[in-house]
Each structure stands twice: as C-alpha cells, then as structure tokens.
C-alpha cells in the first residue's frame, strides 16, 4: 500500500450460509490481492465479520467481492460501517480458530 494513500477502515458483517463454506479464506485472499490489512473471524451468530484498512477504492472491490462468496456460500448481506484506523494490522490475517 502507498504510504500516501488515504487509508480508512470498514468493517463488514456478511449473513447468509457463509461459515463452513471457505469464506474466511476466500476473504483472506480477496483482502490480500488488494493489499488491505485486517482480519476475517467466524462470529457466534453464524456471520463472519471483516475488518479492513486500505484505500476507499480497494475497500469497495473487496466489498463486492464479499457479496459474491466462495462457491459454496450464499451470502444474504453485508452490513457496513465506518471504523477507526486500527495500526495494531500490517497484513490481513484469519483470527480465530474454529
């Protein structure tokens, strides 16, 4: 990423039949061609939640990306909101285990 590049955080909860389909993987590559830095998790309610910092216009392309899942998944929507720069990311990386 461009040192100078304006960089911003979204924060996208994706619904549907998105976990035990690869999604956080297929998230985790899609943030990656980008260069976007966060994190992908499986959340309790069935979701996965992305967190990512990267220019608006590659935070858009990844957005669109979401919404088309993996294969196997059926993504019903993506709930997006605007969040704080978070400097604790320098790559994107899976959080969580199960």
Known sequence: ????????????????RVQGVGFRYFAERAARQRGLWGYVRNCWD???E?????EPLLLEELK????QGPRSALVTAIEESDEPVSGRYREF??????
């Not at 669109?64 to 919404?67: F, I, K």
């Open 1 to 16: 990423m461009k040192p100078n590049g304006s960089r911003i955080a979204k924060k996208y909860k994706i619904l549907g």
């Open 46 to 48: 069935g979701t996965v």
């Open 50 to 54: 992305v967190y990512a910092i990267g």
């Open 64 to 67: 669109l990306q979401l919404a």
């Open 93 to 98: 990386v899976i959080e969580g285990g199960w």
